[in-house]
């Protein structure tokens, strides 16, 4: 069971990335997958989630509107579309799957976790 997530760099303000996390077969099949990240000195939160088969989706407040979650069970890979990106939102970024099918933002409801891509926004 592995994640692979990609994608990170540094950018300047108002810019985009796309993150990517692949996943194997038997964590992306039926898990909500979620993104979390982790800036330095603080603990790690939650950005966005997505169910499976992918019909629902959630956000922290702070990313609403200029983040977008999206998976595709073809190719089992969950994205993390980041723009308008601000200097905050500088932290390492980490792919989860859920032990359960429904969206979860509670940290301990996921099992399993990437390696984490560095994303940093300059001003």
């Known amino acids: 069971v592995q994640l692979q997530a990609s994608g990170g760099g540094l950018v300047q303000a108002g810019g985009s990335l796309r993150l990517s996390c692949a996943a194997s077969?038997?964590?992306?099949?039926?898990?909500?997958m979620g993104w979390f990240r982790q800036a330095p000195g603080k603990e790690r939160e939650f950005v966005a989630a997505?169910?499976?088969?992918?019909?629902?989706?959630y956000y922290t407040d702070s990313v609403k509107g200029r983040f977008t979650i999206s998976r595709d069970n073809v190719k089992n890979t969950v994205y993390l579309q980041m723009s308008s990106l601000k200097p905050e939102d500088t932290a390492v970024y980490y792919c989860?799957?859920?032990?359960?099918?429904?969206?979860?933002?509670?940290?301990?409801?996921?099992?399993?976790w990437g390696q984490g891509t560095l994303v940093t926004v300059s001003s």
């Open positions: 997505i169910s499976w088969p992918g019909g629902s989706t």
């Open positions: 989860a799957g859920a032990r359960t099918a429904y969206i979860v933002a509670v940290i301990q409801e996921y099992e399993y």
């Open positions: 077969g038997r964590t992306f099949s039926s898990h909500a």
